[in-house]
């Protein structure tokens, strides 16, 4: 028991070194990824911008043809007066005239309208792309930092993780396999049993006999808190591991 308590402790205390680079191999990418999807986002209100004002510039094109058309319809109809044999055809013709000349003058009042809204629309398009690019720009930045972090991390935690397929190698599968459950739950899954009784990992008392016997190493097997269920060791236990 008190060999495998040892491998534990030596386990333990790799985890928890391996364990703050790993929050960090996780906080990285998670940070970039956020980053990427609001560049994502704001690459689509841009799409939806340039998309709203071509279809003015289209609108504006058929307002354009609309008034070249009745135009049309104008000199066609002022000839149509010029051969009118009665009154009902002249009447004709200058409603034809009428209809044309005030759909020109409202597609020309929409004209001036669609022309102002059509420029504003250039113009925050164009200060909304510059400020895309600019956060373009410091995102790839930041993903290329962000890079040799990460491969600086990765760097440090292979020194720190050096030997521990060995010392793991000496615990049985099974206690192996509740270590990393309890780490996998609680973060870190072996800690010091206090003098007083008291598990330093959830701060809770534990039954005096237990105490006792975890004391003399009397268990047959590593002892485990029975609150968080993390693994007990005591100094006396191990005490050719100062570290600890």
């Given at each position: 028991?008190?060999?495998?308590?040892r491998?534990?402790?030596?386990?333990s205390?790799?985890?928890?070194?391996?364990?703050?680079?790993?929050?960090?191999?996780?906080?990285?990418p998670?940070?970039i990824?956020?980053?990427?999807?609001?560049?994502?986002?704001?690459?689509?209100?841009?799409?939806?911008e340039?998309s709203d004002?071509?279809?003015?510039?289209?609108?504006k094109?058929?307002?354009?043809e609309?008034?070249?058309?009745q135009n049309?319809?104008?000199?066609?109809?002022?000839?149509?007066?010029?051969?009118?044999?009665?009154s009902r055809?002249?009447d004709?013709?200058?409603?034809?005239?009428?209809?044309?000349?005030?759909?020109?003058k409202?597609?020309?009042?929409?004209?001036a309208?669609?022309?102002?809204?059509?420029?504003s629309?250039?113009?925050?398009?164009?200060?909304?792309?510059?400020?895309?690019e600019?956060?373009?720009?410091?995102?790839?930045?930041d993903?290329?930092?962000?890079?040799a972090?990460?491969?600086e991390?990765?760097?440090?935690?292979?020194?720190?993780?050096?030997?521990?397929?060995?010392?793991?190698?000496?615990?049985?599968?099974?206690?192996?396999?509740r270590?990393e459950?309890?780490?996998?739950?609680?973060?870190?899954?072996?800690?010091?049993?206090?003098t007083?009784?008291?598990?330093?990992?959830?701060?809770?008392?534990v039954?005096?006999?237990?105490?006792?016997?975890?004391?003399?190493?009397?268990m047959?097997?590593v002892?485990q808190?029975?609150?968080?269920?993390?693994?007990?060791?005591?100094?006396?236990?191990?005490?050719?591991?100062p570290?600890?």
């Amino acid at each position: 028991m008190r060999d495998t308590l040892r491998a534990l402790a030596k386990l333990s205390t790799i985890d928890a070194s391996a364990r703050e680079i790993d929050l960090q191999l996780q906080q990285i990418p998670a940070q970039i990824g956020e980053s990427q999807a609001n560049l994502k986002k704001l690459d689509a209100l841009l799409a939806r911008e340039r998309s709203d004002l071509a279809s003015a510039e289209t609108l504006k094109k058929s307002h354009q043809e609309e008034i070249t058309k009745q135009n049309t319809s104008i000199g066609q109809a002022k000839s149509k007066a010029a051969k009118a044999r009665n009154s009902r055809e002249a009447d004709a013709v200058e409603r034809e005239l009428d209809h044309a000349r005030r759909t020109i003058k409202e597609r020309e009042t929409e004209l001036a309208t669609l022309a102002t809204a059509i420029e504003s629309q250039k113009k925050t398009l164009a200060e909304h792309e510059g400020e895309f690019e600019k956060l373009r720009a410091i995102f790839a930045a930041d993903e290329t930092k962000a890079n040799a972090e990460l491969a600086e991390l990765h760097g440090k935690r292979n020194i720190i993780v050096v030997g521990r397929d060995e010392i793991a190698a000496k615990i049985d599968k099974v206690t192996l396999r509740r270590y990393e459950q309890v780490r996998e739950k609680r973060g870190v899954a072996v800690v010091e049993l206090e003098t007083n009784g008291m598990c330093t990992g959830c701060r809770l008392a534990v039954p005096p006999q237990l105490v006792i016997e975890i004391g003399r190493g009397e268990m047959p097997e590593v002892p485990q808190c029975p609150h968080c269920r993390r693994f007990f060791y005591v100094r006396s236990l191990i005490e050719d591991q100062p570290s600890l």
